[in-house]
Structures are given as C-alpha cells and as structure tokens.
C-alpha cells in the first residue's frame, strides 16, 4: 500500500464525507446539495471556506460555530471520519482498481442513508435509488 495514495484516498474520503454532511442535512428537507453556501442552522451564518476543512475546522472551533457559537453536532465530524476511514478502508482491501470505486460509492451511500436515517427515519431516493443501480452492477 503506497503512503502517498493511502494519505490521498483518506484525504478524498474526507472531502466526500464533508460533501455527504450537505446531503444528510439538506435532501430530506427537500433542498438543493450545490446552492446556497452551508450555513448555520441557528443564526443563519454562511460558513468560511476556512472553516470548511473536515475534521481539521470542527476540532479548531470546539464543534461550534464561529459567529453564534452555538454547538454544531458531533455527527459532522464523525460523518467525515467515518467517510475518510472508509475510503482508506477499500483503498487497503481492493488497491487501486475499480473494485475500491465501487466500494467507496456503495459505503458513502450507506453512510448516507444511516445517518439520514438516525436523524429523520427518511431514506431519500437521491441516495437509494443510486445504491439499488450499483448494487446490480
């Protein structure tokens, strides 16, 4: 397992765990994952792009937000821990081959799902249908 590519996969794995954060909070509550800018839920504020480093941003403001200093939950900070380690994870199982994109598409998706799941007992269809699809590929 090369180290470079191993710290670039958890690396990549974090950034799509920050992005499956935006979907967990916004598709049940019918909003758009690409518009407007992540904000605040409690005042509103929009998130500096300096404070959108996964794990890195949430440890540095103590899981609160940089305005309002309200809490902002633990579940973004393991979500993306969570997304990194899984990428890692495939990455050690499959090497680099089409197999670990697979692997990694079907866990984000999965993690997705129960993490949407825990917080609404919603299963949207923007991340269900795509699991059905791969899973008969």
């Known amino acids: 397992m090369d180290p470079v590519l191993s710290v670039a996969t958890f690396a990549l794995g974090l950034a799509f765990g920050s992005f499956l954060n935006v979907c967990i909070y916004r598709l049940p509550r019918g909003m ?3 518009h407007p800018r992540s904000r605040c839920p ?8 300096y404070d959108n480093v996964p794990v890195l941003s949430w440890c540095i403001l103590r899981g609160r937000c940089r305005d309002c200093r309200s809490r902002i939950s633990a579940r973004y900070m393991l979500v993306e821990l969570l997304t990194g380690l ?40 923007q991340l269900t249908l795509p699991g059905i699809a791969l899973g008969v590929l």
Request: net charge neutral.
């Open 32 to 34: 758009s994952v690409v």
């Open 42 to 49: 409690q005042c509103g504020a929009a998130i500096r792009f």
């Open 86 to 125: 899984l990428f890692l994870a495939c990455y050690a199982h499959f090497g680099y081959t089409l197999a670990t994109l697979k692997c990694c598409t079907f866990g984000f998706l999965i993690l997705g799902l129960i993490f949407t799941d825990a917080e609404t007992q919603l299963l949207p269809n």
